[in-house]
């Protein structure tokens, strides 16, 4: 079965960090750009992060531009979001998807993870 399988989640206060990790089971995430994307309740899902399949291109939606890392180890087959500097509104379910190389210039993700709840809150 060809999987992406997402940990890292959980809660911390503002101004805390996690890292999220995105791990590739049954195909190899090298040939792939991924995408972190997140939902918070009542809202449409919003684009985080990019990266391309080699790692030469980064995108990061303008809100968490300056505090959140998006990076790649092809050879642990697992990509990476360093999130710091949290804050309440960054509180959402997080994803990660894989499209085939497009240097983060296409949207048509074919491989979704399961999830994973980040919560920012004293």
């Known amino acids: 079965q060809l999987q992406l399988v997402q940990s890292g989640g959980g809660l911390v206060q503002p101004g805390g960090s996690l890292r999220l990790s995105c791990a590739a089971s049954?195909?190899?995430?090298?040939?792939?750009?991924i995408g972190w994307f997140r939902q918070a309740p009542g809202k449409e899902r919003e684009g985080v992060s990019c990266?391309?399949?080699?790692?030469?291109?980064?995108v990061y939606g303008a809100s968490v531009k300056g505090r959140f890392t998006i990076s790649r180890d092809n050879a642990k087959n697992t990509v990476y979001l360093q999130m710091n500097s949290l804050k309440p509104e960054d509180t959402a379910v997080y994803y990660c998807?894989?499209?085939?190389?497009?240097?983060?210039?296409?949207?048509?993700?074919?491989?979704w993870g399961q999830g994973t709840q980040v919560t920012v809150s004293s």
């Open positions: 998807a894989a499209q085939v190389q497009s240097s983060c210039s296409g949207s048509r993700y074919a491989y």
């Open positions: 049954g195909f190899t995430l090298g040939y792939y750009d």
């Open positions: 990266i391309s399949s080699g790692g030469g291109s980064t």
